[in-house]
């Protein structure tokens, strides 16, 4: 099996950067993975991606250098295994904060006897090679999205999840449930006090702590905090900001500053 380079970075405490992709589009996708990240995330959640342009986007990402992923729209196992037989090579599960609920997560994401993963891999076949079947346990990512009070409170018991890589920081959401403003880069001691929570028990725990930015300095920042998996903003917000620059250049200003807001 198509080994997952992602989990080597990491036991190797490599940074790992990670695009984000909200428009449906293979073309955009293919162009993404051809960039230089480590990984490109096919966005099902906030993305405004349908299943069948999840796969052109997939099949985009596995023409690159890039290592596909997806983040499902939630922990419906039935939507894992559909992303997973398509060609995900990671997922990012959004609103995990019990154990049962990372339980559940990372058991859709795994085979007999380690989970309930049904079977019927299609084109993670022709990805991986006819030997995923037996080698997807080890290789496919698992990452948990921490989001509110409540996963803060089950921190723990979360990362002790078997079968869990890490934990994937929704900065936008963990915000607004603890400062009542949805601000990515916010600043407010509680967000900050949360965010080195996560990275002390990952530390602890030795798992992956990733994170979305709103910028390249912002994850260059990140990294060096700690984290292991940083999102440099998704393509929408990229776009945007290339526009505004290119045309505050054409009209002789200053380019303004990007934007905050991501997810």
């Given at each position: 099996m198509r080994k997952n380079p992602l989990k080597a970075a990491f036991c190797q405490q490599q940074p790992i950067i990670n695009g984000w992709l909200a428009i449906p589009s293979g073309y955009s996708a293919?162009?993404?993975?051809h960039q230089g990240y480590d990984s490109v995330t096919v966005d099902m959640?906030?993305?405004?991606i349908d299943f069948a342009s999840a796969l052109?986007?997939?099949?985009a990402i596995s023409a690159t250098s890039a290592t596909p992923l997806a983040r499902v729209s939630n922990n419906d196992?039935?939507?894992i295994m559909r992303m997973l037989d398509a060609g995900a090579w990671g997922i990012i599960c959004p609103m995990i904060s019990t154990a049962q609920q990372a339980a559940q997560f990372v058991s859709a994401c795994r085979y007999p006897p380690l989970g309930n993963r049904s079977f019927g891999p299609a084109r993670a076949l022709l990805y991986g090679g006819k030997d995923y079947p037996q080698h997807a346990n080890?290789?496919?990512l698992t990452l948990a999205m921490i989001e509110t009070r409540e996963a803060l409170d089950n921190l723990d018991s979360i990362l002790d999840t078997n079968g869990l890589d890490g934990i994937f920081i929704g900065p936008n959401d963990l915000s607004l449930t603890l400062t009542g403003s949805a601000s990515a880069e916010s600043q407010h001691p509680a967000m900050l006090a949360a965010i080195e929570h996560v990275l002390n028990r990952?530390?602890?725990h030795k798992k992956l702590?990733?994170?979305f930015c709103t910028s390249g300095q912002a994850a260059a920042h990140r990294l060096t905090q700690g984290f292991h998996f940083?999102?440099?903003a998704n393509d929408v917000m990229q776009l945007g900001a290339a526009a505004r620059t290119a045309i505050a250049l054409t009209r002789g200003e200053t380019p303004p500053v990007s934007g905050s807001s991501g997810y």
């Open positions: 293919e162009i993404a993975g959640q906030h993305g405004m052109s986007m997939l099949q196992p039935a939507h080890e290789e496919i990952c530390r602890a702590a990733g994170i940083v999102t440099p």
